[in-house]
Every structure is written in structure tokens, then in C-alpha cells.
């Protein structure tokens, strides 16, 4: 019966690659994304909007997801190297234990930058990407103004066919 819905679900997906995702939104897999490089936020207002869109912080669960979030990312050409860009993971239950916020998950992956985490100040809660670094991960005071990245699963129950 899974192998079924795996099938299905292929078949459907083949046919949504294009327009599937909103304006302003990009697909990957099964997501769609939203970059906000403009309308700066502290993490938690950054989650709120996502929310207010149906959506969350981005949640970074493969390599090849990072590398296309950080693709995406790249395609700004944002001059300011100390700009970041929220996801949702962060430590603020337990320091130095990073979950997903959304979800309570632990990280399958990590993509710190060199020396990150690092606690700087010694409260650096929530998790960005940082243009310093080419855009890999750093830990970062949360109530910081940043960028933020959204993603949402794509819409369900496409006509199969
Ligand atoms: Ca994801
Ligand atoms: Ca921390
Ligand atoms: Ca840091």
C-alpha cells in the first residue's frame, strides 16, 4: 500500500513541477520556499510571518535541500557580508542541544560555519545563514533583525494523471 502511494504520489508530483508553488515562492522537492531579504525581523516575529503564510521557518533536513536553500540564497548578491538569514532551528530549550523548532526534531544534518556554534555572548539561540560564510549555518542572538527563509509543503492531493 505505501509503494502504492509512493507511486502515486510520483506521478502526481511530475505533473505540478511547473506553477506549483506561489509567485514569489521557489520549489524544491516537495516544498516551496520564500526568501525575505528585505523586511528584516527578531526569529520569533521571522516565525510568525511564515506562519501568517501557512508556512515555517525553513527546516533543513538533507544536503541537497541546504545546498538549494544556499543556491537560492546565493542569487541575491547581498553585498553586506554580515547579513543572515533565519531557519528554524534553535537551542534556547537546552543550550547546545539544537532542534528544529516546528517540529522538536533533532538535526540530520549539520552545516555550521568554521567556529560555529559558537554562543557568542553566551546567548545565541537561533540558527541562520550567514553570507560571511557563503551562507552556512551560525548560531546567532535571536533578537537580532535578519532575513528570514520560509518553506511549506507543497499543496496536497494533486489530480493523479
Ligand atoms: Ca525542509
Ligand atoms: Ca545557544
Ligand atoms: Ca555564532
Not at 505505501?2 to 516537495?30: D, M, P, Y
Not at 511564515?50 to 521557518?57: G, S
Not at 552556512?136 to 511549506?152: A, I, L, Q
Amino acid at each position: 500500500m505505501l509503494n502504492l502511494v509512493s507511486l502515486l504520489f510520483l506521478c502526481g508530483s511530475a505533473h505540478l513541477a511547473a506553477g506549483a508553488c506561489a509567485t514569489g515562492w521557489v520549489q524544491f522537492e516537495t516544498s516551496c520556499y520564500k526568501i525575505e531579504a528585505r523586511a528584516i525581523k527578531q526569529w520569533t516575529d521571522a516565525k510568525k510571518a511564515c506562519e501568517a503564510e501557512k508556512a515555517q521557518l525553513t527546516i533543513i533536513m538533507t544536503k541537497e535541500e541546504n545546498d538549494f536553500v544556499q543556491r537560492e540564497l546565493r542569487k541575491l548578491q547581498i553585498a553586506d557580508m554580515g547579513m543572515q538569514f533565519w531557519m528554524d532551528g534553535t537551542d534556547i530549550t537546552t543550550e547546545g542541544q539544537w532542534i528544529w523548532e516546528s517540529t522538536g526534531e533533532y538535526f540530520e544534518i549539520y552545516d555550521w560555519s568554521p567556529g560555529e556554534p559558537n554562543q557568542s555572548g553566551g546567548e545565541e539561540d537561533c540558527m541562520s545563514f550567514f553570507r560571511l560564510y557563503d551562507y552556512h549555518w551560525n548560531d546567532e542572538h535571536c533578537n537580532r533583525p535578519e532575513g528570514y527563509v520560509c518553506e511549506k509543503e507543497m499543496a496536497s492531493g494533486p489530480a493523479v494523471g
